[in-house]
């Protein structure tokens, strides 16, 4: 009865405007959004779908605002609940309804037509809720008239109001969820049809489940400047700009290291990627997101520049700036030994898998980096060749020992003698160098950061 009785007050203001004397119409602008819609015969399947939806949505609509409001006509309305094999709007369940209309609301911004079109393209943010309590996002395109989300488009622009504006639209505009999202995206149809290829559903199966999930999309200049150098599987590939369990909006990134839906070789171990965060996001130290927070039903697209190819050890050692002395180590300081190319050795390939033990910069920063043949065996006195002993492959309690490329044995111990995850004995002997992460997955071998460079038995 209160939702009756608000909308009865909206007539009343409507009726109140009216002058008996000249029997003049009120100008539109001079009527907020939800008196605007109760006046437009066409809206009425949205002026009952207001009243059905739990919540004071004609109140909020009937504020200051600004509103932008994508209305569906009545066939729009009509043609959803046919497909929805809904009877009625009584059939649809309040909440849904809530929040698919909420969907229709961008607040704070009165977008006109000529606002669109001069932007040609771009996403907006609604009033529903989406995937981590953020605001749903919402595609515009103005390449041929001005459409929404790829599928509902304006036929009655910019009916102004005193709280915003409102646009009439040929379709109701649901819930997207990650897949809808990159569909209606031309920038990203490399992706969808890499998605989709021979038929394959493994994907769009997993990206319109419920749940949650950030996906790093590579737009259409990014796939066509990718290569596949290492003639990495498209699936694994794909699979590798996936993060599960997680809708990681920009504003949570850090520098660190995530988990991607891509394995190592036949195993379940998940492969690291590595996010920096210092001067925008890169990924792995090769592609930077060029249009954050795309926000979906069920997680959050970041769309990105470049391919996230499958990474190696050298990867991360490249890209994680925590590393960066060891890198010049394996390069510059060591010109007679090309570790570049054997530690990019592909999985499956000797010498690889690899066992690398990274010593931070400031590990190498407490030692006298020594000239270039004892540093050679230093730096292979870090790797272990043929396997990749990820932490739970160690014996706990216990110790694991394999042989360096240099020659001389490492030993892992469990459990630590201090606050490290492990600690690890080099080849002359030190045994308190602390592991301080572990597990940073590459596709051809696994990475555990030491905080001590290991020194191996110099004098056999």
Known sequence: MKKLALIFLS???????????????????????????????????????????????????????????????????????????????????????????????????????????????????????????????????????????GISNVDTPDIEAINGVIHIVDAVIGLPNIVDHAVANPNLTNLVSALTTDGNTTFTDLLSTPGDFTVFAPTNDGFTAFTNPAGNALNDILSNHVVTEVTATASGLANSYVKTAA????????????????????????????????????????????????????TFAVADPNFSTLATALTTLTPSTDFVATLSTANGTDPAPFTVFAPTNDAFAAITVPEESVLTQVLLHHVIGGMNVA?????????????????????????????????????????????????VQAGNGVIHVIDKVAIPNLMN
């Open 263 to 314: 394995t190592f070789g036949a195993t379940t171990n998940n492969l690291s990627l590595y996010i920096n965060t210092d001067n925008g996001v890169t990924l792995n130290g090769i592609s930077t997101v060029v249009i954050p927070d795309i926000i979906a039903s069920n997680g959050v697209i970041h769309a990105v520049d470049a391919v996230i190819d499958i990474p190696t050890v050298v």
């Open 391 to 439: 932490s739970g492959d160690l014996n706990n309690p216990g110790d694991t020992v394999a042989p360096s490329l240099e020659g001389d044995n490492l030993t892992i111990t469990l459990p630590s003698t201090n606050t490290n995850i492990a600690d690890l004995t080099d080849g002359s002997g030190v045994s308190d160098i602390g592991i301080v992460t572990v597990d």
């Open 11 to 149: 007539f009343a203001t409507i009726l109140s405007c009216s002058n008996d004397d000249d029997n003049t119409t009120p100008e539109l602008e001079s009527l907020n959004i939800v008196e605007s819609a109760l006046i437009t015969s066409d809206l009425s399947n949205l002026v009952a779908a207001l009243q059905a939806a739990d919540g004071d949505l004609v109140n909020v609509l009937s504020g200051s605002g600004p509103f932008t409001v994508l209305a569906p006509n009545n066939a729009a309305f009509t043609a959803f609940l046919s497909a929805n094999n809904f009877a009625s709007l009584a059939d649809v369940p309040t909440d849904i309804l809530k929040q698919i209309l909420l969907n229709h609301v961008i607040y704070d911004a009165t977008l006109m037509s000529t606002d669109l079109i001069a932007a040609g393209s771009g996403y907006a943010s609604t009033e529903a809720t989406g995937a981590g309590d953020n605001k749903m996002s919402i595609y515009f395109d103005t390449s041929s008239g001005v459409t929404f989300n």
